[in-house]
């Protein structure tokens, strides 16, 4: 390797630039997720990415498939099969974070791999492990030490064990040989640089570099690499173990240039060739120089078969993201490769959710075009993107794909190709051509993230349509789990679930679940005889189907049925409610008695009933089932205003006011009341019902 590039690179380097940080590279975040049917527009998502290349993705998802069409990532969409009760996640949408976590290298590197499978959160503790095991190979060989001097050796690298405390130095001894000598103070230097006393270590190791033995003295000019390295970041570490780019000791971090050019001069064939200008990516990143490590990233995704290729897959996006798209020195205007750019274009068309956001332009985009000659289609395919999020130009869009699919997909930009067409498609309004359109490309589909993002963009058709046969049986059109799922709890009517539950095609968990959420939205929609229907379809043991507090899981992994295995409660000698079946046959007949929607509102207050207070909110928002919703604050108003009961008006006055215990807000699903009515429900049951147990332990409103 010329040694001119590491030096212009010192130089270079030692001079970060301070641009603008755009919110647009907001990705890679930590954060809980739960999947969405919601097809993706331009606004960010780190929970809903798709196995194409589209602005709301997460820049890392981007980056994977397109070095997946690079041939350098291995991608794996696979989910684990859980009970459908359990299932969040399948296939497509997918949470950013476990694409990346599963993604392993298509082209292998250059690189000595290191043994231990997962890497330490700090960087010099890396090669614990494998350099124990290239130490003792090494001792083991080499003829010139006694087998005394040989055991002695291994058993202190050995004791080499741990990066979280401190180690002694070797004791050497002038009778060992000059040999077991020089083995013995790369050791010390090695316990040095694990105690992450980087100076000592780099002392040692540029002693070592002068020896004669081939392995120390090679070995021992790499680790002076990753020594000063290591002191270069140890230097900019702040109080709270915060990098800080501009604390960073630009001496210390000169040196490690020097040791790299150095490394090349003097073993420009060497065996630690790849991960030596591996490290050097990491030089550029402290020196806060963005457009140098762009370039060697670059050059790295278009030289897989060279000897310096050093990439990892499992931390490349991850490094990529953080070091080029989000530091401050990112400036998108200096890209010149492709890859970089197709990232940089996606992440730009985002919708904008700040001041500081900048959407690409038009112009902007067209101006690359020489900068893609090499990929003209993955240009055309960006373009498309800007018609079609950022200019809402659907018909323009569609000129700049492909005009016809092949049969075969064999690529991500191709597949990306095919779903924007069909998002144009939904987009133009022609629902039924879109429609015909997914069905053929699901039927081509021979990958299962092929698969699932042509059943993710037929949902809403088939959720629309209440086709629950598309959902059910072990030939089910759409196979996914979680839209099983998200179609049974969300989108299916009265009529769907019922065909569900008694389908011979239905599994068992599907039944299930079909007839939880029956029971559960027939209560709230106060349709009696569909629940009274239904809840004879209950296993015969469904008061085991309970949380299990001690293992937390279900029995069974299936719904907790004993919520309706409720068995009643009295509220005085004279107001007592029968059990939730008995209740609700009752209710089927008499809907509007006020003591048994009391008595239900018994049940939503209870423990088995807590469920139904999570369903009423989620119904009030979006509804397939028809009724009007029960809440049972109503009925305490309803009692309050037309009851001349004392014992029934002095409870639903107690009741109305517990509503709004203790936070102030509306726990009771009804419309809320102002303050002063809620004080006027006080001042009542204080003075027309002082003997009441309720009147008296009420000592606030709320």
């Known amino acids: 390797m010329p040694s001119q590039f590491f030096k212009k690179s010192i130089f270079i380097s030692l001079f970060p630039i301070t641009l603008a940080y755009s919110t647009h590279s907001f990705s890679g975040f930590d954060v809980s ?12 998502t780190a929970c809903d990415n798709l196995p194409a290349l589209t602005p709301a993705n997460d820049n890392q998802t981007n980056m994977l498939l397109l070095l997946s069409d690079m041939g350098l990532a291995k991608l794996n969409f696979n989910q684990p099969n859980n009970p ?39 960087e010099h503790c890396s090669s614990l492990d494998n350099g124990a095991d290239q130490f003792t190979q090494q001792v083991k060989a080499d003829k010139n030490l006694s087998k005394a001097e040989k055991d002695l050796l291994i058993q202190e690298r050995q004791n080499i064990s741990a990066c979280d405390r401190d180690l002694a130095l070797i004791q050497v001894n002038p009778n060992w040989s000059i040999q077991a000598r020089q083995y ?24 070592l570099t002068t020896v004669d033995q081939p392995w120390i003295k090679e070995t021992s000019q790499y680790m002076l690499i990753r020594s000063s390295l290591n002191g270069s970041y140890q230097s900019g570490v702040g109080k709270y173990g915060d990098l800080k780019i501009d604390k960073v000791d630009q001496t210390l971090l000169k040196n490690t240039y020097e040791h790299i050019t ?13 991960s030596a200008r591996g490290l050097l990516r990491r030089c550029y990143w402290l020196s806060g120089n963005t457009e140098l490590l762009t370039n060697e990233l670059a050059w790295q995704i278009n030289h897989p078969d060279s ?24 400036n998108a205007k200096n890209l010149k490769d492709p890859f970089f750019l197709a990232i940089s274009d996606l992440m730009q068309m985002r919708q904008a959710t700040s001041a500081e956001d ?55 930009l191709q597949l990306s190709q095919i779903l924007l067409k069909g998002r144009i498609l939904e987009k133009l309004g022609q629902t039924q051509n879109a429609q015909q359109y997914w069905e053929g490309q699901l039927s081509q589909s021979k990958s299962i993230e092929q698969r699932g993002l042509f059943e993710l963009m037929l949902y809403p058709h088939y959720a629309q349509q209440q086709s629950a046969n598309v959902f059910i049986g072990s030939d089910a059109k759409i196979k996914q789990a979680s839209l099983q799922k998200s179609f049974i709890e969300n989108e299916a009517n009265e009529k769907s679930l019922m065909q569900i539950v008694q389908s011979k095609a239905s599994s068992t968990d599907q039944k299930n679940l079909a007839l939880y959420k029956t029971l559960q939205k027939s209560l709230v929609h106060q349709n009696f005889k569909l629940f009274n229907q239904a809840f004879v379809l209950l296993p015969q043991d469904a008061a085991k189907y309970k949380y299990d507090s001690e293992t937390y899981k279900n029995y069974k992994n299936q719904p907790p049925f004993s919520d309706f295995i409720w068995v009643g409660t009295k509220i005085t000698p004279q107001m007592q409610c029968p059990d939730l079946f008995s209740l609700t046959q009752k209710l089927e007949n008499s809907p509007q008695d006020l003591k048994l929607r009391l008595c239900l509102g018994e049940y939503a207050r209870s423990t088995q009933g807590y469920n139904i207070s999570y369903v009423t909110a989620l119904e009030k928002e979006t509804s397939s089932f028809q009724g009007a919703i029960f809440a049972r604050g109503q009925v305490y108003k309803d009692i309050i205003k037309s009851s001349s009961v004392p014992d029934l008006k002095a409870y639903a006055l107690y009741r109305s006011i ?23 429900w006080f001042d009542h049951i204080k003075r ?6 309720w009147a008296q332990s009420l000592k606030y409103y709320w």
């Open 33 to 44: 997720c739960y999947p969405s049917t919601n097809i993706q527009t331009n606004v960010y």
């Open 84 to 122: 459908l009760w359990e299932t969040e996640y399948s296939n497509v949408p997918f949470a950013a974070k476990t694409l990346f976590e599963s993604v392993t290298n298509k082209q292998p590197n250059a690189r000595l791999k290191p043994s231990n499978v997962k890497t330490p959160y700090q």
């Open 184 to 207: 013995a103070s790369y050791l010390n230097a090695t316990i040095a640089f694990y105690n992450s006393n980087f100076y000592i270590a780099t002392k040692i190791y540029s002693v």
């Open 262 to 274: 150095t490394y090349f001069k003097r073993f420009p064939e060497g065996k630690y060739a790849a």
């Open 307 to 330: 000897k310096y290729y050093n990439l990892e897959l499992d931390n490349l996006v991850f490094e990529m993201d953080r070091h080029v798209f989000q530091s401050r020195s990112f």
């Open 358 to 412: 900048k959407v690409l332009s038009w112009s902007e985009l067209n101006n690359q075009k020489t900068l893609f000659k090499s990929q003209p289609e993955l240009f055309q395919y960006l373009q498309a993107n800007h018609l079609f999020f950022v200019q809402n130009k659907q018909a323009e869009a569609l000129k700049y794909l492909p005009e016809h699919s092949s049969n075969s997909i064999n690529s991500y």
């Open 658 to 680: 517990m509503c709004y215990s203790p936070s102030g807000m509306n726990d009771c699903q009804d419309a809320e009341v102002e303050k002063s009515t809620r004080k006027q």
């Open 688 to 693: 027309d019902y002082p003997s009441t147990s």
